[in-house]
């Protein structure tokens, strides 16, 4: 992919990333995400376009609100960077713009949800619906040499399929044993749905990789002076979302 298409990327990325941030910020509280980020949080006023630039309008405002001085969410700036990093990721690896759009979608649909897990450890069922059918664009947006490959697809159903058990076996053994959840409800339908994008053996590395990234960054906080226990949960939607696209995006490195 040229330069030209990379940096497009890149700047659509910052737009959706914005979107990702009012969503994130707005699906918790029940409120429509569709208008986007209206007003300021704290004081209420109508935010205008010297507001709503990407990143910029963050620094220059130094993270606050120019009439009211409140903190704006350093979460708006993190979607912002994440969704641009998508955006640039996706078309530097991918060699038509289909297979670039495919994997920018699932990007920015994974940054949202490993937002949400993150701070509210809640991965919305609507979103993860949205994740799961969307996995359809991939064969139709990123047709080798012209025709869609059954065999990828088969590999994105039984990828779908294993994700989902590999999380829901051990979930309902745990409940069986121990008598309560160990882990949280909707960890396998997002497995499962990361499975339907990235087949057979990227769901299972996917698994690894998070369950890794997890013992790194509980270790991390141990050493850091926190308590870090049995029951301290670490959001595995997060640590699942991120795993699943640093493979989707090594894997198709040329
Ligand atoms: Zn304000």
């Not at 992919?1 to 509280?29: D, E, H, K, T, Y």
Request: with cysteine.
């Amino acid at each position: 992919m040229n330069w030209p298409m990379i940096l497009a990327g890149g700047g659509i990325g910052l737009l959706v990333g914005s979107f990702v941030g009012a969503a994130a910020m707005r699906l918790p509280r029940d409120e429509g995400i569709v208008a986007g980020r209206s007003h300021c949080d704290s004081c209420k006023r109508p935010l205008s376009p010297l507001d709503l630039v990407p990143v910029l309008s963050y620094v220059f405002n130094r993270g606050r609100c120019r009439t009211c001085g409140a903190r704006i969410d350093a979460l708006h700036l993190i979607a912002e960077l994440g969704g641009a990093f998508v955006g640039l990721s996706a078309m530097g690896v991918a060699a038509t713009v289909g297979e670039g759009a495919a994997i920018a979608i699932l990007g920015w649909q994974l940054l949202l949800l490993a937002i949400l897990d993150g701070r509210h450890f809640w991965l919305p069922p609507r979103a993860i619906a949205l994740l799961a059918a969307s996995a359809l664009l991939l064969p139709v947006l990123d047709k080798q040499a012209g025709t869609v490959a059954v065999s990828a697809i088969l590999d994105q159903v039984a990828g779908g399929a294993l994700g989902f058990a590999l999380l829901a076996a051990p979930a309902l053994l745990y409940r069986f044993v121990l008598k309560r959840d160990g882990l949280g409800s909707a960890d396998p339908w997002l497995l499962g749905a990361i499975g339907l994008w990235v087949g057979v053996m990227n769901v299972v590395l996917t698994l690894l990789l998070a369950a890794f990234a997890g013992l790194v960054l509980a270790l991390f906080l141990k050493l850091a002076g926190r308590q870090v226990g049995a029951e301290s949960a670490l959001p595995l939607g997060t640590l699942m979302g991120l795993s699943a696209y640093a493979l989707m995006i090594a894997s198709r490195v040329t």
